[in-house]
């Protein structure tokens, strides 16, 4: 999974409960992103990050908050006010900039179900 | 509206048999096409990428086309295997803010012995 981790694999919320998502790259990547991905929809980005300390809101960031204190790192909270928050979690991390080959490397992913 | 469509949603192989899978997109300005073969319960893994000028590109039993001009691409697997098995997710980047990516639905695959 191109030296990106994700933990926990399964994670189970009961409803009203703020739950984070660890996402660690040591691929030494300037910018880190997550998606969500439901079945039979392509994948949604959340939130990203271009450097550390920096983070910006993706297309579905309502619900979720993010940080961004370490280049390593991108933990991803899922908030009680993310209204359908079941979902398969992926982190990705690639090169930051213009480049037409910048491959975004996927982490193995986290499924939260909420109960 | 970027967008990219996939087709089938869906298929069913034998084992040894070859297949093609579709991807339409409307991304622009257009930058790469990547397809990426994800396993259940994983993460997606690049299979290939192909810029403007590129309009073939092969990875083994795997080969992708790019028609820029009609905004497709085919994914095409030769000889399947069980290992096959898996979804194959178009991805289309766009030229500006940093290549946002801009991903399909995906093909769900299951190769049967």
């Known amino acids: 999974d191109g030296g990106i981790t994700q933990s926990p694999k399964y994670l189970f919320r009961k409803e009203g409960q703020n739950v984070t998502l660890s996402c660690e790259q040591n691929l030494n990547h300037d910018a880190m992103y997550w998606y969500r991905q439901d079945p039979g929809q392509g994948l949604r980005l959340i939130y990203y990050?271009?450097?550390?300390?920096d983070f910006q809101k993706g297309d579905i960031a309502e619900g979720y908050s993010v940080s961004r204190e370490k280049k390593e790192s991108f933990p991803l909270t899922v908030t009680s006010a993310q209204k359908n928050p079941t979902a398969f979690y992926l982190c990705?991390?690639?090169?930051w900039g213009r480049g037409t080959r910048n491959e975004q490397f996927f982490g193995p992913g986290t499924r939260l179900t909420v109960l | 509206k970027n967008q990219v469509e996939q087709s089938p949603q869906s298929l069913i192989i034998l084992e040894g048999k070859n297949c093609t899978l579709q991807?339409?997109?409307?991304?622009?300005?257009?930058?790469?096409l990547r397809w990426y073969k994800q396993d259940t319960g994983r993460g997606p893994v690049s299979l290939t990428i192909?810029?403007?000028?590129?309009n073939t590109k092969s990875n083994g039993r795997y080969t992708a086309t790019l028609d820029a001009d009609t905004k497709q691409s085919s994914l095409h697997i030769t000889a399947s295997q069980l290992s096959d098995s898996a979804s194959y997710i178009c991805?289309?980047?766009?030229?500006?803010?940093?290549?946002?990516?801009?991903f399909g639905g995906g093909t769900r695959v299951l190769v049967k012995p």
């Open positions: 192909m810029t403007f000028s590129e």
């Open positions: 990705a991390s690639s090169i």
């Open positions: 991807c339409n997109y409307t991304v622009s300005p257009f930058s790469n």
């Open positions: 990050s271009q450097i550390v300390n």
């Open positions: 991805v289309v980047s766009a030229a500006a803010a940093g290549n946002k990516l801009t």
